[in-house]
């Protein structure tokens, strides 16, 4: 007998069948096709219908224990189907409030072992991380060593999930110091996310992101550049993009200096 056949657990069947009879291949090719990406591991359901699906499952899901939360979610996590994955940070992010420091190692078990592409780590910064380190600010520290994973996504992560925390509790400092982690990190997806944080958080610090971009914009990778602006002043902009022009040459200089270090080890 499997788990989905158990009482407490048996609700789940009727939910991949909803989640099935709503999968719709042409979506899925429109979606391949515009964005670009991998979508083997979908049905074909956009998002908002998705999390409407798991929304009606919710009761269902809040009576069980944390343990069983738990291993519910690891059960569809490890199938591999995104529309698991974006039900699951649904039904997590509305039990919050249960969630002590104990469930970061799960999350970043989660995160790196069960996220593979931007759109399901984007949802699961917005719905899960970002909303656990608003309520346990201490922890955002782990972050920083995100910066090393090999892995694109989990390095994307350690900046999307500043942003809340940046934004909502004015957690300043971690955003900057994730920041200045990836500067240098070659991969579009993270430069992507860090232009994405320091577009946020220039909102609520303006001028602490200032003083951050013109110390920094001569190194900063060419996708992140631009869109990290976009909130400030126009004066400010074109400050920054002055001394940009005037320091391009830094940007190289890291990627040289290794290249030689290692030629010559």
Known sequence: ?????????????????????KADPSYKKAMADKFRLDMSDALGIPAPEIRAIAKQHQPNFNRLTVAQQTKLCDLLLTEGLYEYRISCFHWLK????????????????????????????????ASVLGEFFLI????????????????????????????KPAKKAGR???ALMQCDASLHDEDVLVQKALSWLL??????????VLRWLKSRCGQMHPVAFAPALKNLPAEAQ?????IRKENLPDRKAPTTKVLRQAVTA
């Open 199 to 208: 577009k946020e958080t220039s909102k609520v610090f303006p001028d602490d």
């Open 1 to 21: 007998m499997s788990l989905f056949d158990t009482p407490d657990y048996q609700w789940v069947k009727g939910f991949m069948l909803e989640l099935e009879q």
């Open 136 to 163: 346990h600010p201490t922890h955002t520290g782990n972050c920083l060593s995100w910066s090393a994973s090999p892995n694109p996504m989990v390095r994307r992560a350690g900046l999307v999930a500043l942003i």
């Open 172 to 174: 300043l400092y971690p």
């Open 238 to 242: 074109q400050e920054v993009r002055k």
């Open 94 to 125: 509305a039990q919050k409030k249960h969630w002590t420091a104990a469930h970061l190692p799960v999350f970043e078990r989660w995160l790196k072992e069960h996220i593979s592409g931007w759109p399901d780590c984007d949802d699961f910064c």
